[in-house]
């Protein structure tokens, strides 16, 4: 089966300019994780779904950052208003159940996000 | 406030010796800790992980220590191979985060021919 992909793969945007990233994670996946890489930096988490709600947004940057989750299955996260701070690698993940510290994550391979 | 930190950005290695990655973390309540591995334009993946109830964890040429006094794990790689090239996250969890994860910042691997 598929992993999990992402898509766009790069993304190069204006300041200001509203971006959508999505995520289709791997079939069947309840959990589903936005994390993000900025240059220098580890991983940071930003949003947990589990199923269609997100019980944990605690690392979402600021307001113009949001996302969403349909059908249980794809999630877009979506940047309004971008800033040059913004620009990172942003990686969707999913796991089997969630809920769970010991479940493995399976990551898809990123966008590339450049704001100018 | 970087609560998993990696202190060498970049480590290179001979192929065939033992590499040792060094993770070090301030928050005493985490009780998981997981290896990714990334290539680059590639997503992490899952290479190992270690419950704060064991202090070794081990599979194949791969080794995990955790020493929780010290707040210290470190993956153990013998021998190391050209293909284990890579920026190496450690990761950690603990109860009362739920589904996060709190990442380091990475070591980038070389493994010399």
């Known amino acids: 089966g598929a992993g999990v992909s992402q898509s766009p793969s790069n993304k190069v945007t204006e300041k200001g300019k509203d971006v959508e990233l999505r995520c289709d994670p791997i079939s069947g996946h309840t959990a589903l994780y936005w994390y993000r890489q900025s240059l220098g930096q580890g991983l940071e988490f930003l949003i947990y779904?589990?199923?269609?709600?997100?019980?944990?947004k605690s690392g979402l940057p600021s307001d113009r950052f949001s996302a969403e989750r349909t059908g249980g299955s794809v999630s877009t996260l979506t940047i309004q208003r971008t800033q040059q701070e913004d620009s990172a690698v942003y990686l969707c993940?999913?796991?089997?159940?969630?809920?769970?510290?010991?479940?493995?994550?399976?990551f898809g391979p990123g966008t590339r996000l450049l704001v100018l | 406030d970087q609560q998993v930190k990696q202190n060498s950005p970049s480590l290179s290695v001979q192929e065939g010796r033992i590499s040792i990655l060094n993770c070090d973390y301030t928050n005493s309540m985490f009780d998981y800790f997981l290896w990714y591995k990334k290539y680059p334009a590639e997503g992490p993946t899952f290479l190992i992980s270690?419950?704060?109830?064991?202090d070794k964890n081990e599979d194949g040429r791969f080794t995990v220590f955790l020493n929780k006094s010290a707040k210290h794990l470190s993956l153990h790689i013998v021998p190391s191979q050209p293909g284990d090239s890579a920026v190496y996250f450690c990761?950690?969890?603990?109860?009362?985060?739920?589904?996060?994860?709190?990442f380091g910042t990475g070591t980038s691997l070389t493994v010399i021919p």
């Open positions: 779904f589990q199923g269609n709600s997100a019980p944990d």
């Open positions: 993940a999913s796991s089997l159940v969630g809920g769970g510290a010991s479940e493995t994550q399976y």
């Open positions: 270690i419950s704060s109830i064991k």
């Open positions: 990761a950690a969890s603990a109860p009362n985060t739920g589904n996060q994860f709190y």
